[in-house]
């Protein structure tokens, strides 16, 4: 079965095409929306999504989040006694999610559709396939996140429309998508985004500007900083989700046995995040300008993605484009039920036949080359584009080279994605190179042919006409083939772990929520809770399924009540 | 492919309509698989656009007959200036040459002001100690649209952008560049104008920031000092090295390294600052103890990366440099530009790797994203009010002289602190204009400067304050300051300008008693109701003249018809014609009812 999966910075969510309508699948705690966190307790058990969130900022710990910026780097986590890579992390929180699709319908995912922001880059579309891979799963495609959110859209009423605009500012990453949809077919015109810019910048905006009058002593600073910065992260989340409904909120946290707080008001947190309000701007006039397309065409402004919540942002884009936004899609679900519908589409599923999806390559992709320039001299490492972004994929170009020196022996293409001027400023995504017949310099031309499928992916070919060294392809992807072998060992290793199991995770996450109390809590109040974790830990012991689901119950009763009455 | 190739590929006969077009485009799209087929893909797509294409163009001379005896008989119709020929040196040493597209012209629809401008002399770059003067070719880039018909017509709001254009692009005396005074109000501008784009739309700010770039660039040297920070609020250097760099911000990238590059080699700490103070030092010859290596790299690298830098050194030095560093080539020619064309081979092999490593490193690498905004650390705003934790380092002398201007423009019990609680904004500025001027080494002992600061701070803030009121307080505005311009004057056309565009006078220029009994009175009021706050920008953009006021202009200015309009529209035109439009402008829409009056008023 093949199921659609947003792969979120923040939150990850699963839904498959099922009795002719796309279906979000909840969790085991019942909620549609899985943090994308991974946490790693003393004990080497693995914890998936709430109950991983809730255990961020304990001491002693070690929870990961916003993982997905780290998408095809090598930047590896340190949890518990093992580094990670984002392709770990993401593949342990997808098959925490093919286990909730598992528990629901019964049947096991093979095959997937995963969203990535449009403004991902081939590295990070690989790492994103990997990830899939590595939860044992046959990536079928990889869909653009506003491009998912536009099909979700589109198909609500299945109506005829002008143009829109689709904003989609997530956790980590901020896409802008121009889309068009007539006659059943969904045709992306243009996209651009911001690969580091989304609601977590808006936190850290918040922290850093709450933090010296929070904590004029330093107090913060004799923690780790990974630890200070999680607390900050939290108090800057909630209070940025108080502030999204009222005009002040609590920035509050509990360092040791102190607790510290301030509070915030609007205009402060506007004042804060200003800075982050201008970089919204360059990728919608990119979109805007390479899709010819002028403000007044565009019909809808959809929003998408939890940040678009803030009413900052809001009024931001109001300004931005004259008019309001459209809200009539849920901002958090909007891509995974896009995701389930073009999984319904590549599953031929009769009710979406008419359905025809056409997408854009969102960079600009080329070769290295040599040119002469206006003093006569030879220039290196620059960029010659031969697929240009917002091409409508998939396509395929060619552009022809010469040699530049007498009896060159050897044609070498550095394969490159970006928009700089010089290859330095792009993303290498490999080499290619062939041997030619030595000739005086420029009788040999070589045919360089550019590929771009719908999911994203690249095929280079470059044929010699002179010698009929003809077909000599390439894939790239292919790349990483020597890394296959080490993939079935990554996936076994990741097998390996010890997760807690989904029939736990409700226990889990309630106990993580009562251990985050008890950090946030002093004294009296502290005492009480530990008391209550020590009746629900024993009950746990008992196994008993009947003892453990009452002490569960009364365990949530109390941290309501703590949550409605302390003096947070 | 060609069009009927297109037409038939759709399945469709020409005179069809787009929803058509997109019709088969669909019908065949489902029949196929694009990933299967790319070749056909890429084809039906090539065949719709050209099919979308070809419908647009039929519609868009179906309907452009009538356009066109439309725009022939429309009196109005907006005059296309010659587009002057680019002097060949425009840029001399080869700098990048400045390639702007064509101006659109439309902006002035929404942004107000701008006029042709004569060509300029300049008497050299904002630092450059040598006297090669250096032509900018006149500015075309922004001719006013007009989009008023038949018995009225159509103006602008100048406002701030106006002013700004007009400081860098036309202010007296345009030999030099920006003096301290001008260089502290372009930078007050360029920030409020920054904060304004802030609050548009995403077209409008995107026109806003190009024209402002534009006119930097134009106006380059004189706009120097303004680069680093336009460039870090808009963000311009996130758009270097890019393919899709703009021409005027690749113009203005360039020119703000080279400015960086001046900034280090003129530390004494910098490897080549010898080299540096020994070409650009005045006097001929050359000094025995600086190493030739070092002016070898400089001057290589001077005119690889940074050619206008060029401006900066001292010819004949350079010549005589040159003569002990190449001494197998021919004599130097005099002039650059003629050694270049000279040598040009030959320079390309010298530059070698060295040079190309020492200068090709970006001198100081911008933070992606900036999360502070520079031009609020250049000038503390206007509007935020005074902190106690922070006093204004005002010294004794300039407290007393303060308070004596403050007694002066808001009558005889007003002190610095009362201007202060009343209207922050102008105390602000006028601080901020003595600290400028203190800083500048302009000690006021008279007390004279502090008075003018404080007058076209009252001038400036009556005139923001005017626009955004009531009927009454606007008529009051502007029947003083229609006082004011009668008081200066049409045998004084500069400083006539200078008040309408800026709210500056002249420091030579003095009121008469009676106007600045009125100014204190109308300051008094305004600030005692609170009223009197920062300019802000007009609330209209445009207003309709009516022909008859027309008509009493030209009796009053006994001026031709197109040269009214060309001042009204913001064309070319002498001060003193200008000057004596305004006026009538001004006294004409006074006396007419506030329903028709009002708008003028309120953008003059």
Known sequence: MIVGIDLGTTNSAVGVWREGEAQLIPNALGDILTPSAVHVGTDGTVSVGKAALERMALPGTATATSFKRYMGTDRRIRLGKRDYDAEDLSALVLRALCDDVRAATGETPTEAVITVPAYFNDRQRRATRHAGELAGLTVRRLVNEPTAAAIAFGLMDRQEREPFLVFDLGGGTFDVSIVEMFSGIIEVRATAGDNRLGGDDFNHALAAAIRPRLDPEGKLERLTPDRAEALLFQAAERARRTLSESGTADFALT?????????????????????????????????????????????????????????????????????????????????????????????????????????????????????????????????????????????????????????????????????????????????????????????????????????????????????????????????????????????????????????????????????????????????????????????????????????????????????????? | ??????????????????????????????????????????????????????????????????????????????????????????????????????????????????????????????????????????????????????????????????????????????????????????????????????????????????????????????????????????????????????????????????????????????????????????????SWWVKRGDVKSLLEGVRKNFPELEQHLNPERVGAWERKLYPEARPAMSGFAGFLSERRLWWICIIGALQALRFAFSPTEPSPRPHLDPLQTIAPSPLSPPSPASPPSTDPASLSALNHAAAHWFGNNATLDWVHSKAPSVADEVEQIVRNQAADGLADTTGHNTDLAMRDALFSALHGTGRNSDSRTLHDVQTLRLRALRAIGKDDPQACISFITADHLAGKVALPASVEQGARKLGHRLAEEGQLGPQQPSPRHQAMIPGPVIDRILDKTGLSLPIVQKVLRHGAATGAQECSVKLALLSESLRLPPAEGDPILRIE
């Open chain 1, 255 to 568: 360092v040791g046995d102190e607790r510290l707080s301030a509070s915030v008001s609007t205009e402060e947190f506007e004042e804060a995040v200003a800075p982050l309000l201008r970089p919204l701007r360059d990728p919608l006039a990119r979109a805007l300008r390479d899709s010819a397309m002028p403000v007044q065409e565009l019909s809808d402004i959809v929003l998408v993605g939890g940040a678009t919540r803030m009413p900052v942002v809001r009024k931001a884009i109001t300004r931005l484009f004259g008019r309001f936004p459209n809200s009539s899609i849920n901002p958090d679900q909007a891509v995974a039920l896009g995701a389930a519908m073009q999984a319904g589409l590549i599953a031929r599923s009769g009710e979406l036949e008419e359905i025809r999806i056409t997408d854009v390559c969102p960079y600009t992709l080329g070769v290295d080359h040599i040119a002469r320039d206006s003093n006569g001299g030879m220039q290196a490492g620059l960029f010659s584009p031969i697929i240009e972004r917002n091409t409508p994929v998939p396509v395929s170009r060619v552009h022809t080279y010469q040699t530049v020196a007498d009896n060159q022996r050897k044609l070498s293409f550095g394969i490159y994605q970006g928009e700089a001027r010089e290859v330095s400023g792009n993303v290498r995504l490999g080499e290619l190179s062939v041997d030619i017949p030595a000739r005086p310099a420029g009788e040999v031309t070589c045919d360089v042919r550019f590929s771009y499928d719908s999911s994203g992916l690249l095929e280079v070919d470059v044929s010699v006409p002179i010698s009929g060294t003809k077909a000599n392809l390439v894939i790239i992807d292919e790349e990483d083939r020597p890394a296959a072998g080490d993939l079935a060992a990554r996936r076994a290793a990741l097998a390996a772990l010890k997760v807690h199991p989904r029939e736990d995770a409700a226990n889990q996450a309630l106990l993580a929520r009562a251990e985050r109390a008890y950090e946030d809590h002093l004294g009296a109040w502290r005492d009480m809770v530990g008391k209550w974790i020590l009746g629900f830990t024993g009950a746990l012991d008992s196994q008993d399924p009947r003892s453990i689901a009452d002490a569960a119950l009364l365990l949530a009763a109390n941290l309501d009540r703590l949550d409605n009455e302390a003096p947070l």
């Open chain 2, 1 to 286: 492919m060609i069009v009927s190739a297109a037409w038939s590929l759709l399945g469709l006969a020409p005179p069809s309509d787009s929803a058509a077009v997109r019709k088969a485009y669909a019908d065949r799209l489902r029949a196929m698989d694009p990933d299967s087929d790319p070749e056909g893909f890429a084809r039906l797509r090539a065949a719709r656009d050209m099919a979308l294409a070809d419908v647009r163009r039929q519609a868009s001379k179906a309907s452009a007959e009538p356009d066109a005896s439309d725009a022939a008989d429309d009196p109005f119709a907006a005059v296309d200036l010659p587009e002057p020929e680019l002097p060949a040196k425009a840029w001399p040493h080869a700098a990048p040459h400045l390639d702007l597209p064509h101006p659109s012209g439309t902006i002035s629809t929404r942004l107000g002001p701008v006029k042709a401008m004569e060509p300029h002399v300049f008497g050299g770059p904002a630092q450059a100690p040598c006297q090669r003067s250096l032509t900018v070719p006149p500015e075309t880039f922004l001719t006013p649209v007009v989009t008023g018909k038949g018995d009225g017509d159509v103006i602008a709001d100048r406002g701030r952008w106006g002013a700004f254009h007009h400081l860098l692009a036309q202010a007296a005396p345009e030999s030099e560049p920006l003096n301290p005074l001008q260089e502290r109000r372009a930078l007050d501008h360029l920030r409020v104008l920054h904060r304004q784009t802030g609050e548009m739309t995403i077209e409008q700010s995107g026109e806003a920031e190009s024209w402002i770039a534009e006119l930097l660039a134009r106006t380059w040297p004189r706009s120097a000092p303004l680069l680093e920070p336009a460039a870090a609020a808009f963000g311009w250097e996130e758009e270097r090295g890019q393919l899709s760099e703009r021409p005027a911000i690749a113009f203005l990238n360039a020119r703000l390294r080279g400015l960086r590059f001046v900034e280090k080699v003129e530390r004494p700490d910098h490897p080549l600052h010898k080299a540096w103070a020994e070409l650009s030092q005045p006097g001929t010859g050359r």
